[in-house]
């Protein structure tokens, strides 16, 4: 793609309103930034949190990501607790989250058939069957209404339809935020800053060291009035035909990973985690656009293709694409600790661990930028190497970041020390009494003995 930048030009400086002045300010409300704005404020302090969307929810909602993974061991302990379960629980009572009962929870062909279509397997196995393992189906809608019911409960000051755009520094400090909205240029004062944007929007802003990394991309979309009853009945009854028809269907959309269908809450309505995408960069106008167009044309392929081939999909029509772009990867702090593939695949663990997903544990110094002393990031975008962020930046881990942040926070504001100085095990502590998991204690399976310590 060529260069778009055609010349540079001087903006003029203005008078920019303070619209909120406040302990913590909090960028993002995708599941990372929700959950860091929702733990502070039940911890006492004052929140003011920012989206640029008017939905919250981030890939969650916006984007369309249907299924909460790694959220189990390999000894299938749930360790993504905390106000992740929190949203689970408030999901199904809307009728929003399909998982397995824990007696479902099995290794063998009847449970496969009950719940692989929903996406509830541990993927990182191989052979057939894969295990069953406790991991929630839910709808978008339902995730927004949860996340306003939080926010609004927790008495969080809520700032939709604001884009951040740049970080007020002084002397090594955030002293604010300046967003940009449709009444113009707004700033919002804060002692404590949580950058929860996914693409380290607020710290590539105050000077934090990154590095641009990149995956896939996908254009997310739902299909509606599928006979998933027939399509799974023909997988099972003929898996030679099926098999080919499902390798003809990936080869139109190019690119799905073991399933492009699952189920959903909604009957009849399939959410399709495709096409795969590679080369485009996250951040680019130019690139989105390319892969917009792109996306849907793929899409529209797949379901003519299903239309005509697949049982079961003869009356699909198209719901909709999501509403975001599903951008994986884009800047990755490098921040006082930068979590490697070696780290997450040998479930390597840290005694600064303040939170974690499946068996990977995420050591505190992993969310704290180099020299800003009141600035925490928390999400997809935190101190990681790119392979092993790939593998470690599932809904539920970048939640329980969040409220690790949201403690930690607090916690500075109430020592009135910089984020680093702050005491882990009293975030740890704290964790667990919010009935997280910070994963202080190691599983069994943990590589302990080369631990990296803080
Ligand atoms: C296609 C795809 C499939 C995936 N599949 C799964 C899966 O099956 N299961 C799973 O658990 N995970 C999956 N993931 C990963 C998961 O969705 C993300 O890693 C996770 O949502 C990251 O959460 P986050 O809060 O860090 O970032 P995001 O979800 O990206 O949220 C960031 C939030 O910040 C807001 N924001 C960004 N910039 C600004 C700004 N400048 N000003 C104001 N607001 C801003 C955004 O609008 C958004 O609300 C998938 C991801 C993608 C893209």
Redesign the pocket.
Known sequence: MTDPIKDHITSRSEQVPVVSDTDVVV????????SAAVSAARNGARVTL????HH?????S??M??????MVNEGNEVVTTGIVSEFVERMERQDGAVYPPSADCLTNWEMWRKWSRW?CIDFHKQGMPQPIIHAVAFDPDVWKRVSLDLVREAGVELRTH????EALMDDGRITGVI?QTKLGRQAIRAKMVVD????L?VASSAGASFITGQFI??T?FRLMDVDTARAEAFEYENPEEYKKLDREARRVIGGAWGMWWLKTPLPGVVWC?CPHMPGYDGLSPEHMVEAEYEGRRRMMALLDFARKNLPGFENARMLGAAE?M???QTRLLQGEYVVTRDDVRKRRHFADSVCRGRDYYTPYRALLPKGIDNLIV????YSVESEAQKQS????P??AQ?EAAGVAVTQALNAGCALRDVDVTAIQKQMRAQGADPGDLPSANALVADAVDA
């Not at 960028?27 to 929700?34: E, F, K, N, R, V």
């Not at 919250?56 to 969650?60: I, T, Y």
């Not at 930046?393 to 539920?396: K, M, N």
């Open positions: 960028i993002g409300a995708g599941p990372a930034g929700l920012v989206e640029r969307y919250l929810g981030g890939m969650a916006g984007g990501v249907l299924v909460l993974d790694d996406g604001s884009w951040f755009s967003v929860a944007s996914g693409d929007d991309v996908t997310v985690n975001q599903g951008i994986r928390a999400g997809r975008h930046r599932e809904i539920p970048c939640m969040g």
